[in-house]
Each structure stands twice: as C-alpha cells, then as structure tokens.
C-alpha cells in the first residue's frame, strides 16, 4: 500500500508566519533522496532552500511559484512507498480497497519527524475513496490547507533575485519577457537584450497584469518578503525606542595612511581591509568601554540585559531589500580576522544566500551610508539592539592642522541609541571613542 507523506511550509526562523515560493527543483514523478533541496522560498528575512526529509516520488505539488503560503501549508505530496502500490496477493479483499495512507509532518522547526497519520483527500474530479473495511481503523481526514493568495494575474515571471534587481535598474518588465533558460526562467542577456531593443517576446497568448495602470501613471509592488520584514522592524524600532542621534566630523587622514601601509605589508597580502573594517573594530573596543551601548532593553522581563560579547550587525543592501547579517563574536577577531570575516558576509549578502540564522541576535550595528557618496544620516535602531553607528563618505575637505587650513580626509560619523539603556554621558563617550580610534588608529593600544 503506498503511502503518502505532506511536505508543509516550515518554519526558517523564529516568528515565521508566511513565505513566497521562489521556485521549484522538482516535479511529479521526479524521484527524491533524504534531504535533497526541492523549493527555493523567500521568507520576511532572506531566500532559503528547503530540504525533504524522506526519499520517495513526489506525486503533488500543491502551489505555484509566486504564491504566499502560511506556515504549516502542505506544499507538496510524496510517496515515500512507491513499490508498495500493489497489495499482496493473500491480502484479503477489504484491505485491498482501504484508502492510501498519507502521513502529515509537524511544519515548525524542531518538531522533529513525528508524523500523523491521515486519510488523503480525494483529488478535485475524481471519485470519493472507497470507504474503508470494517477492519481498518478510519483515520481522521486531513484538514484543508490554508488559502494561499495567487499573483496578480496569476503568472510570475521566473528569475533569480540578482536578474529581478538588474531589470528594475533598466526599467524592463519581466511579464513582457520570455526566458531562454531551461524552465523559462529569465536570465541577465534576456533582460539585457530587452534593455537594448532585441529581447524575446512573451507569448501573445499569456495574459498577465503588470500592476502599471496608464490612466495613473503609477505602478504598485505588493508588500512582502524582506521588504515587508524591513518596514515591521523599523516601524516597532522607531516607536518603541526613544531614539537620540549625536553626529561628530573626525580627520581620518591618518587611518587612511595607515590603511596604505597595510596593503603594501606581506601579513595583509590579499585582505581587503576598508574604512568599515576599521569602524567595525573600533566599536568592538569602544563598547567594551560603554557596556550600556552592547545592552538591551527587555520589556517583558523588566530588565537591561548586558552582552559580554559582540555580534556586530553590518546593514547591507542586496537584490532582496535591506539586511542585516551579523559577525559573531566580533570583538574576539584581530583586525585581519574582522576584514576576512566582513569580505565574505557581504559576498553571501549580494547573492541573496545569507540565512536568516545569520541575521538573528546582533548587539550593535553599523551602516555604511558612504559608499553612496552621503554625509551622514540619522539610522533607525535594530530591534533587539540599543545603538547603531552611521558611517558617512570620507571626503577631502579644509581642516585646521597646527593652525594651518589643510585638505585632509573628513568623516561624519552619527550614532543613534535608545535613551532608555543608553544616557547621553554613555553615547557621547562611546562615539568620542570610537572617533578617536579613527582619527589615530595607534590609539588603540591604549584600550
């Protein structure tokens, strides 16, 4: 007899309610192995693949790609007894005509693989299932999943986070293209054709809303995935946290040069160390000055709960949206260290792969605004976090040396905080710190 087994949507991280389903990687009658990736999804935090805990054939898939699921919606079906279809020749007859057994697993992150088992439905057209011999012990039905809400006009262009974010920079609509990739899936030539005039069409049948009303002139995007997430943190943030900005202008010319001399030494050989590197250590020794800034506020246990280690958030922004993956234990790494550990946190981030384990329980973080050419801004403070360091563009402006107007290199720095963890006395000697690590990075064998 074979036997069925509900794949639903799980749980990726703590507080997950829904994700949308990127993409598929297999197909009725495609046979699977234990913990093979069959779906690609994208959660409110990041893209993440899902792996199938048994080996079987699947038989179903339940939702489209583009679709909005809940957590606990079956998503797809497998038989994880194919051979078994047949019963044994001294079965007796009532066995024979008792309904397939379909097993449902628990959809949250650490049920472990208990499984219930269930009566499978009878598909849409198809007649009832035999109703089962007295012998046999009915199991419940299963309940009906939970509705899922279809894109608009039911079709979702198939393409990868970085072709989406290389479309929308050329102004080309995907719905208006026809992938060349196995599956249809759109590519960078497709889109890139398009943006020059020579792009395959998307069939004339296809009747797709692009969201764009002429009458308008305005396009609407639906809220969801990391977007979604980014507006709910910072919504929370900004109206639970009493935020203070304090802002301070550094000379960094000295930073800079020493950040030439690294280059040219052999230890630093291929390391990318940038201003951010700098920063990044620089907090790390300050908060240990400024333990408030490292703390928490916890409402719910009416406590501030201080951090003997820092897991340095670093704001990025990827094809998805903002993130913020962290660095654990930030303020254990040398400064060689911290710069191999940043290059590969924000190569992760641009390919959209970072987890949302990666993203969870930071203490600080910074945000490098400068890279944008900007001067400074006034960020929001993470949830879960007490203070946030902006780093502006390093520009060369006049600056009074010795009683002399030079041209050196300026930054701005700005560090919001939460005024209820943090005084002012704690912020202001925090970034005074972390601004005179900056301006003279020998400072830092004084710490």
């Given at each position: 007899m074979p036997t069925f087994k509900q794949f639903p949507l799980a749980d990726t991280a703590e507080g997950l309610t829904e994700a949308d389903i990127l993409s598929w990687h297999v197909k009725p009658g495609d046979t699977v192995t234990v913990n093979q990736i069959v779906v690609e999804i994208e959660t409110a935090k990041a893209a993440v693949e899902l792996p199938i805990p048994w080996a079987g054939v699947v038989t179903e898939l339940h939702v489209e790609p583009g679709q909005t699921v809940e957590v606990g919606t079956p998503i797809l079906t497998i038989d994880v007894d194919p051979g078994g279809a047949a019963a044994p020749a001294a079965a007796p007859p009532a066995a024979a005509s008792a309904p397939a057994e379909e097993e449902e697993m628990k959809p949250l992150v650490g049920y472990g693989s208990k499984a219930v088992v269930t009566q499978r439905r009878a598909r849409k057209g198809s007649a009832p299932a035999p109703a089962p011999a007295a012998a046999v012990v009915a199991p419940a039905p299963v309940a009906a999943p939970a509705p899922v809400s279809a894109p608009r006009g039911g079709y979702v262009p198939l393409a990868k986070p970085p072709v989406r974010k290389l479309a929308k920079d050329l102004g080309v609509d995907l719905h208006a293209l026809t992938g060349t990739a196995d599956g249809g899936v759109i590519t960078r030539d497709d889109v890139e054709r398009a943006a020059n005039g020579s792009a395959v069409p998307a069939a004339a049948t296809s009747t797709v809303d692009t969201g764009y009303d002429p009458a308008t002139r305005e396009r609407r995007v639906p809220i969801k995935g990391v977007r979604k997430m980014t507006a709910a943190a910072m919504v929370q943030s900004a109206y639970t946290a009493p935020h203070v900005t304090e802002f301070l202008t550094i000379d960094v010319t000295p930073m800079m040069e020493f950040r030439e001399k690294l280059k040219k030494s052999r230890e630093f050989a291929g390391v990318k160390v940038t201003p951010l590197t700098f920063a990044a250590k620089a907090v790390c020794l300050a908060a240990k000055r400024t333990p408030d800034i490292n703390a928490v506020w916890d409402e719910a246990a009416q406590e501030i709960v201080y951090k003997d280690y820092v897991h340095l958030g670093i704001a990025a922004a990827?094809?998805?949206?903002?993130?913020?993956?962290?660095?654990?234990?930030?303020?254990?790494?040398?400064?060689?260290?911290?710069?191999?550990?940043?290059?590969?946190?924000?190569?992760?981030?641009?390919?959209?792969?970072?987890?949302?384990?990666?993203?969870?329980?930071?203490?600080?973080?910074?945000?490098?605004?400068?890279?944008?050419?900007?001067?400074?801004?006034?960020?929001?403070?993470?949830?879960?976090e007490s203070a946030i360091l902006c780093l502006g563009a390093i520009k060369d402006q006049p600056w009074v040396v010795d009683g002399e107007i030079k041209v050196r290199k300026v930054l701005q720095l700005s560090l919001s905080f939460d005024h209820r963890v943090v005084d002012g006395q704690q912020g202001s000697e925090f970034l005074a710190d972390v601004g005179a690590l900056l301006a003279d990075p020998a400072m830092a064998m004084t710490y």
């Open positions: 990827t094809p998805r949206g903002l993130i913020v993956p962290k660095v654990r234990d930030a303020d254990s790494l040398s400064l060689k260290e911290l710069a191999n550990a940043l290059t590969v946190l924000t190569e992760v981030a641009r390919e959209g792969k970072t987890s949302p384990a990666d993203m969870a329980n930071g203490t600080i973080t910074i945000t490098n605004v400068g890279v944008f050419g900007v001067d400074t801004g006034t960020p929001i403070i993470n949830p879960g």
